[in-house]
């Protein structure tokens, strides 16, 4: 879960249900991680040991190797014997992440209702892959078979319209509990479906929304005595890798894109148009490491909060996007758990703080569990 | 779990239901402590959030209440509203434990099938008191709620030696699973009821149950080549805190016990006769800890290993009960979890050495659930 703190709010902004990043954490954590692995396999596998991960096609790029090197390490520590299947490895193939690891990349075998890789018959099967280019073949109808996540939790089928929709519910439930303001821990958000960036078709509602938007927030920062500037995010309401996203002071702004702008929206991947968007309320980091901006990101393994880190983007001002393609950002570990809040410290003092990611991330992910629930195929 | 390593046999020693110490843990695993308290809540108590800590009444004892206090930390940061009961508590008590926290013991309060103390209805009443002075009325007949231990685990109604049958029965399956010889990890045990130390009845079936275990160890000491002196502990049956404990390496010492001896062994809590002891085979201690004899203290909640600490004592040796009564012992906490064995290191490395001591503790565990189930009350 991507998460942003201005101080005033703290919210979810992006939730990825194939993360990357797993080497990111702190090592100190790792027990927690097998720990929730092995609860969750409890459940989900009570009788079976044998999974299969099956990754991003990223091959070359050995940082997200060293992610699916960690994955794997969790989930064997966790007592399971686990394969990683390459959707388009043709024969074995050994590669080598980040640090020097080695993985075996097998092809994947379709057996009937069932995938595994040669002499290897999984109980479940584990996909790293957020299926932004559509679903595989070999992935349909495994119905013998735990397939987690379900395939229409990636970007061919999954909405980010969807999820915050869901998100609005959990908010306003959760701050119905507490007798708090939901929009301290909800982003604002609208949808436009029906743009074409390239034919400059849809920029109406998007910027009557953005519009509409910015007016909402000028609202509540007027209510609350904010003095920030008022900005939202254009996202493809179907994209990832912070690909496609635009920040938007002004609704104008959305009118007059400029061709290398309307380039950038119209594609998060190749040949796959954005004609769905979301608008989002843009959250201002107040945190900072070393002077610069910082995102917290928080990662859940089953229904558990296992550690996190900040992305912490030098070049990027507060109220830019911290998550973006082909820029250098800095992983850095949180160093506390998130599960041990100090009633006798201040709410910002960091086990409080942490723990406070950890509390959004988990309403994030019950939203993610009701968006799944919502759109699962009939 | 008590566990001994001797180098050739790592087998638990004794299996406590109630466990003090969890202040000994070390505090780094805390988080690993509150997600599995997190995992055993989901099960016992989704829907309610109020639980009773019934505590051993030892007010006097700094150092439990430390423990009672690390142990209402956990569930408390596991979501948990936890009041504390004391059984003989008249009024609101405030104590200090060992670092000073202030603890509230409140008064029990009955109200028909349900337990609590003022203004508070608990889901669950966790009982961390032995119940060896026998079962208190105001526990029985809770019906309308999770009692945790049941009572029957408490030392009123548990015998160390139903608990041993049951392992035989979890090593040997496991053993079986392994190939390897269940003696590696189980020690031989046997029993011994209608004793009477004071008077001197039983003395012949101790004394030959001492030789006959003492010629089944050195037969297998013969097997492996190992050259230690075999010995067997005599414990009460339903003994605690390492009362009632003799290390014989002859069956003439059992005939021949002056008063003293006789003394120590015929009652473990006051007006508590031992009728019933246990012979169990000694396994050696092969761990040091600055050249003194330690023995590691496997602690689990729930179904999850969360850390343990070695019990270190100077004063003894290898062969001795380390857990004796009155005496100075050092928890060490472990440095690392039990949880990530490293499958390229060596098989005593540290990271292997402590996942065997939660494997072991793990079947002590299980073999504790069928203790449990088949000593149910009708």
Request: proline share 6%; glycine share 8%.
């Amino acid at each position: 879960m991507d998460l942003r703190n201005s101080g005033f709010k703290l919210a979810p902004v992006d939730t990825n249900l194939f993360p990357g990043g797993f080497n990111n954490l702190s090592a100190a954590f790792m027990p927690l991680a097998v720990q929730a692995a092995t609860a969750a396999i409890a459940r989900i596998c009570p009788e079976a040991k044998n999974l299969l991960l099956v990754p991003e096609n990223h091959t070359r790029n050995k940082w997200y190797l060293e992610n699916v090197a960690t994955l794997a390490a969790i989930l064997r520590q966790a007592g399971l014997e686990v394969r990683i299947g390459g959707l388009h490895v043709e024969e074995k193939t050994e590669v080598e992440t980040a640090t020097g690891k080695k993985l075996l990349l097998e092809p994947l075998k379709r057996d009937g209702a069932r995938l595994g890789v040669e002499a290897f018959d999984p109980c479940a099967v584990l996909v790293n892959n957020d299926l932004s280019a559509g679903i595989p073949d070999i992935l349909k109808g495994l119905d013998e078979q735990v397939l987690l996540p379900p395939l229409h939790a990636g970007w061919a089928l999954r909405r980010k319209s969807a999820h915050f929709a869901a998100y609005d519910e959990v908010a306003a439930g959760f701050a119905d509990l507490l007798r708090i303001d939901p929009w301290l821990l909800n982003p604002y958000h609208a949808h436009c479906g029906e743009i074409d960036f390239q034919a400059r078709a849809g920029e109406e509602c998007l910027a009557s929304n953005v519009s509409m938007l910015l007016e909402k927030i000028r609202a509540k920062y007027l209510e609350y005595g904010i003095q920030d500037a008022p900005y939202v995010a254009v996202k493809a309401d179907a994209g990832t890798y912070g690909m496609g996203v635009m920040m938007v002071r002004d609704a104008a702004e959305v009118r007059d894109l400029n061709r290398r702008q309307r380039n950038k929206m119209a594609v998060v991947k190749e040949g796959l148009a954005v004609t769905d968007v979301i608008i989002q309320e843009g959250v201002h980091t107040v945190e900072r490491i070393e002077d610069k901006a910082a995102e917290p990101v928080v990662y859940m393994l089953d229904r558990f909060v296992i550690g996190g880190f900040y992305r912490v983007h030098g070049a990027r001002a507060a109220d830019e996007n911290l998550n973006a393609p082909g820029m250098h950002f800095v992983p850095l570990a949180f160093e506390q758990s998130c599960t041990l809040p100090d009633p006798h410290a201040n709410c910002d003092a960091p086990p409080n703080r942490f723990y406070a990611y950890g509390v959004v991330a988990r309403l994030a992910l019950a939203a993610g569990g009701l968006e799944l629930e919502r759109g699962a195929p009939a």
